[in-house]
């Protein structure tokens, strides 16, 4: 369109106007005179004149800094290129110094508040003026106020969090009732359990507060309007502010991305992701400085609010922010007149939709001809690509925790009626058990025992049961650190009908008559600063399993995650044990995954669902089965033989002849004779840590992660006393606690230089190697009767995870205008991550292993998986069990062919001194046998290389050489991570993923950077490795190994610094982190119908086997059932009916008919179908 010529000999400055090329210049008093003058003075016969003179003027009235911004300019700029608008912006001075009669005169204004805007001002000027205004005055005195604006959408039946208002306000007590207690607030009669929100009540006013629950670390997120790359804080700070009126509101576990929501009119609406601020308070920027966020699509019913939204405050241009939580979306914020940064194709979008409202409403009356311009949608091409491609689909992936401090427990039976008591409070007789984890309710354990023991002192009679010296370690356990975290201490109390019966060997007194209470106390065992850097680092390297990145990440690993993340077509979820180290591994692997920075209790409380409900991932040691009760007497009566190991016992105690077994047979020879050698080594250590503590050098002495030698000598002389029974016997059970703390010491206090402690290692490691797997079945029969008791629920879950991801199509779409590249752009991968204990991850190993998956003498790949996995001594650390799930589009989606599925398996980080015995896998993803003879069409990596980076996870089969010395080095250890290559390529294992030849400035060739330089072994590439790998051109895509490389050197930008900068957090200079073992692949060519009859069968089994266990339970607590997954109640989707969308009404302002279109409509199609369902997991 061309721009009227009337305006042509306007020349002085003052007021800006666009003109024809989008440029823009000033006018002055008399050129507006000669804009308005007609109308301004009511000469309005004059006019009809020249029709085609006759313009629209369209005033912008709003604060300089506003009205000169790059969004307005872009879209003014757009504005003017319709014919008969005119656009005049009120210069600030006017708009503060002058009074409204003395203010430019408009047809239509666009004027909204900011800080400093005389609003009251603009609303005499709409009043004596009259002009169409876009945004309604009188209801931005509204949105200034969160209470106002909260009333408004509850009354428009938009979803909301629950909150409360706090008004201090001494002439309304009644709305100032505020009870805080530790764990939550009441807000006049509301509470509010923490993580709960706190907003000031001024919408002005951006320090919005967060404040966690204790058992994820207390203190308080502190939100605020953003200052450079920060916009939150992590405050220690526990407790709600004490001056001030405030909204306490539910907080709403968002996955730690928030949407925000730009309208312009009821019918467009423009959506986008952003980090939340909450995360970690670190704004994510582009390379031009601006916060990076990434387009969304809205789903139907959001369409709905933003159209509610829109109508009921009465704002055209309107922003406000949304929460996706649970499958529902919440309003939390709405901030009045908005536009979007950075988005030419949301200017263009804008103008064309102000402008064609602007003439639809005035056009008629100044008799201006126009019609509504119908525009065909921009309909979005997205380039796929043909043959045996497959797409990324889902991961799922159980993961053990990292390193922790020496786990240590004490047990004691009770009897006193004050621990009958506190079972009772806290509802122990329901099931029979109870967890004590609480400060409050450690405190009251702490009271008891204190109690107990004063009492002892004055009378010293038999009344209190309870022996003296349990009592008193009871008490110093719970008063160590001086204070209570959830986090590393707890007490379990189990209901004894009958007292504990005795074990022979240490029969002390006659059998006390009666019930009484198992006491078990638990400490230690928390997540070192090195677990959490290998957490951290895992993530990190995990993020490369995902197709690549786009644009200006294109050469940064694992950006593809990122960006999918964002894009919400990444439906993550992350669940974790209640164990405090299990759920701070699940917060610093996502910290890495994610890249995010800062505090891990943020990321804790936003990214990490806490799966104790349903004993989804959580067990219970002290209540063991049957079969793992016989298991236990069988292990313990064959370890107590001073007879060298005969055939019989091999046969006994290996029978299924894991050579990892029956080498650790080997070093021990004979079991008693090895235990006298362990025991005779463990007195020589505390004797000598006895002999440090009297010396005063190291009096001061601080051992890794702030222990004292102090405690150190208490742990081993509680391992000395424990493990040579009174009778002279071993307590086999407490190899794996020596084993626990030698592999610690050695690790982290080797500057301590005590003698012996690597012949200690040696021999308990052997001890471990047996007892400790065998602990979960020493028969195949036993091994799956255990596992099934302990993650049947687990099994269920992931099998539902396969079956939901090929299910639901409507979870989280990306907006098509921005996928190209993507193979399926509606399509999102599901990720599942699973943090646990040893337990679970030994069970779930033996669910594959024995469970019958597949024949051993049929599948060469799968023999030799086995094999490699019986070789395997220890599932160590941050093991890894990693179910990948992938789709071939080209296959019939009834065909057993569409989906694949693959599993692979790490044992997590590597030992102190197994390098050299560690057992060779056969690498990541190498190829099946039947697909040896497959080609890949090479049109289809034509599609791929010319400009798309963020291809779907393409994969196919590859062959590989049981070694290849070019990349597969032990020892140096580059990332042998993700392999895209053709199947006839037989040399190339591993896909190589960039890296930069740049020293990063961050790590300095000193002795820590030496020890991080550990890290980046094999939890991403090794920088010196990939330096010296040559970059050459491909001649051809046909080129096989060249092609390899294409689809994995991309060109280097943000990779080496990024990267090692982490490391050193939290780092603790005198221990070294050891790297994590690559993941090996078990089998790459499962479909997914297979491993779906193989899980049903198993849950099958298993649920027999667990009912017969629950009859007999029942017996004895008639309302205890074991706690069970049920998964129907856990995942099904909630359906929710959407009303069809009614056709578009004129604005509130006017009474006109209403329209047909108003110009293009939301940029994303509304959903046809006419329900849809929000899945809940």
């Not at 003498?857 to 179910?883: C, F, G, P, R």
Request: charged share 25%; net charge negative; aromatic share 8%.
């Amino acid at each position: 369109m061309s721009k009227s010529s009337g305006m042509s000999n306007s020349e002085l400055p003052r007021f800006l106007i666009g003109s024809e090329g989008g440029e823009s210049r000033e006018l002055d008093d008399r050129d507006m005179r000669n804009i308005s003058g007609p109308y301004g003075e009511e000469e309005e016969e004059e006019e009809d004149e020249d029709q085609s003179e006759r313009q629209i003027v369209v005033g912008i009235c709003s604060m300089m800094k506003k009205s000169k911004s790059k969004p307005m300019t872009e879209i003014l700029e757009r504005l003017c290129k319709f014919e008969y608008i005119t656009v005049v912006i009120f210069p600030e001075e006017v708009i503060l110094g002058e009074p409204v009669e003395k203010w430019p005169l408009c047809d239509c204004l666009i004027s909204f508040h900011s800080k400093g805007f005389p609003l009251d001002k603009a609303v005499s000027y709409a009043k004596l003026r009259n002009p169409l205004l876009i945004n309604d005055l009188n209801m931005q005195y509204f949105i200034q106020d969160r209470r106002e604006v909260y009333r408004i959408l509850k009354e428009e039946g938009i979803d909301l969090p629950r909150y409360a208002v706090l008004n201090r306000d001494p002439d309304r007590p009644e709305e100032c009732n505020l009870v805080e207690s530790e764990d939550h607030v009441e807000v006049n009669g509301e509470v509010f359990h923490k993580p709960f929100v706190e907003k000031p009540v001024s919408a002005e006013d951006h320090n919005v507060y967060i404040y966690y629950p204790t058992s994820a670390g207390g203190g308080s997120q502190r939100l605020f309007r953003k200052i450079g790359s920060r916009s939150s804080v992590y405050s220690p700070e526990s407790t709600v502010r004490k001056t001030g009126s405030y909204i306490y509101e539910e907080f709403m576990p968002t996955d730690g991305t928030d949407v925000k929501v730009y309208t312009v009119g009821p019918d467009y609406a423009h959506a986008e992701a952003r980090k939340s601020p909450a995360l970690d308070g670190k704004v994510e920027r582009d390379s031009e400085g601006k916060e990076i966020r990434y387009p969304v699509m809205l789903t139907a019913m959001e369409k709905l609010v933003a159209r509610k939204v829109c109508l009921a405050f009465k704002q055209t241009v309107c922003g406000f922010d949304l929460l996706r939580a649970n499958g529902h979306s919440f309003v939390c914020d709405v901030n009045g007149f908005s536009f979007v940064k950075n988005s030419m194709k949301y200017y263009d979008d804008c103008a064309k939709v102000l402008g064609n409202m602007v003439m639809r409403e005035l056009a008629p009356q100044f008799h201006i001809p126009w019609s509504i311009p119908m525009e065909a949608e921009d309909i979005p091409i997205v380039p796929t690509t043909s043959g045996t491609m497959m797409e990324l689909r889902c991961v799922i992936a159980v993961i053990r925790h990292g390193d922790r401090t020496p786990k240590q427990k004490m047990k004691m039976e009770v009897r006193n009626a004050l621990f009958f008591e506190l079972f009772e409070k806290y509802g122990g007789y329901k099931s029979g058990k109870l967890k004590l984890k609480k400060p409050k309710q450690l405190q009251e354990v702490l009271d008891i025992a204190r109690q107990l023991l004063a009492e002892l002192v004055l009378h010293n009679d038999c009344e209190i049961e309870e022996k003296k010296s349990k009592l008193e370690q009871l008490k110093t356990v719970l008063e160590m650190y001086g204070h209570f975290s959830g986090i590393n201490r707890k007490v379990q109390l189990t209901y004894l009908p009958n007292g504990q019966p005795k074990a022979s060997s240490e029969e002390e007194d006659t059998l006390k008559e009666g019930p009484s209470l198992l006491l078990v106390l638990k400490w230690g065992g928390e997540l070192t600063p090195a677990g959490r850097v290998q957490a951290e680092e895992l993530g990190r390297a995990f993020r490369c399993m995902y197709p690549g990145g786009q644009g200006d990440y294109a050469g940064f690993p694992g950006c593809g995650l990122l960006r999918l993340h964002s894009t919400y077509r990444h439906d993550l979820k992350i669940y974790a044990s209640d164990e405090g180290r299990v759920q701070m591994t699940a917060a610093a692997f996502a910290k890495g995954l994610l890249a995010l920075e800062g505090e891990l209790t943020p990321i804790l409380v936003q990214m990490v669902k806490s799966a104790n409900m349903n004993g989804l991932l959580d067990s219970d040691s002290d209540s063991l089965t049957d079969c793992q009760q016989r298991v236990k007497a069988r292990l313990h009566e064959i370890m107590q033989k001073s007879k060298d190991f005969n055939d019989d016992d091999y046969s006994k105690l290996a029978p299924t002849g894991s050579p990892s077994l029956v080498n650790s047979m080997g070093i021990i020879i004979n079991p008693v004779r090895t235990c006298d050698q362990v025991h005779t080594l463990i007195k020589s250590l505390t004797q000598q840590i006895c002999r440090r503590l009297e010396d005063p050098k190291s009096a001061d002495l601080q051992l890794y992660h702030s222990e004292s030698l102090e405690l150190m000598l208490q742990r081993w002389s509680k391992l000395e006393r424990d493990f040579r029974m009174k009778n002279g016997r071993y307590d086999i059970s407490k190899i794996p606690d020596i084993y626990d703390c030698v592999k610690y010491d050695t690790q982290h206090n080797s500057s301590l230089a005590l003698e012996d402690t690597l012949e200690l290692f040696h021999l308990s490691k052997a001890l471990a190697d047996i007892i400790i797997p065998q602990e979960y079945g020493i028969t195949k029969a036993e091994k799956l009767d255990i596992a099934s008791a302990y993650c049947l629920p687990l099994v269920k879950k992931i099998q539902l995870d396969l079956q939901r991801t090929h299910e639901d199509e409507a979870v989280n779409k990306l907006h098509p205008l921005y996928s190209r590249g993507v193979m399926s752009p509606g399509r999102h991968v599901r990720t599942r991550l699973y943090f646990t204990s040893e337990s679970h991850v030994h069970s779930l190993l033996n669910i594959f292993r024995y469970g019958g998956l597949l024949n051993e003498q049929k599948d060469e790949q799968w023999k030799q998986a086995m094999d490699y996995l019986s070789a395997v001594t220890e599932l160590n650390y941050m093991t890894q069990i990693v179910i990948m799930l992938y789709e071939d589009n080209n296959k019939d989606p009834s065909s057993e062919e569409r989906f694949h599925v693959e599993l692979h398996f790490s044992p997590g980080v590597k030992g102190c001194k197994d390098e050299e015995n560690a057992p060779l896998g056969f690498g990541f993803r190498p190829a099946s046998s039947e697909n040896h003879e497959k080609q890949t069409d090479p049109g289809s990596l034509e599609d791929l290389s010319q400009d798309e980076p963020d291809r779907a996870a393409l994969t196919e089969p590859i062959n590989i050489q049981k070694k290849s010395p070019l990349i597969r080095n032990r020892k140096g250890g580059s990332m042998e991570a993700l392999s895209e290559s053709n199947p006839s390529s037989r040399g190339l294992a591993y896909r190589i993923f960039p890296s930069s030849s740049r020293q990063s400035p961050e790590i300095k060739p000193s002795s820590l950077g030496a020890q991080c330089a550990g890290l980046f072994s094999a939890s991403f590439p090794n920088l010196r490795d990939l330096t010296r790998a040559p970059r050459k051109k491909p001649s051809s895509l046909k080129n096989l190994s060249s092609q390899a490389e294409l689809l994995s050197m991309p060109a280097v930008k943000r990779f080496s610094v990024s990267y090692a900068r982490h490391p050193t957090n939290g780092f603790e200079g005198y221990s070294l982190v050891p790297s994590i073992y690559p993941l090996e692949t078990l089998h790459n060519s499962l479909s997914l119908k297979q491993v779906d009859e193989f899980l049903t069968a198993l849950c099958k089994n298993g649920s027999e086997t667990q009912f017969k266990r629950l009859k007999t339970l029942s017996a004895m607590f008639e309302s205890h059932s074991q706690p069970s997954i049920d998964v129907d109640s856990m995942e099904t989707p909630v359906t929710t009916p959407v009303q069809s969308q009614p056709t578009a009404q004129s604005l509130w302002y006017t009474g006109g008919p209403p329209s047909t279109s108003s110009g293009p409509s939301s940029p994303s199609v509304a959903d046809p179908s006419s329900n849809f369902a929000f899945s809940s997991e």
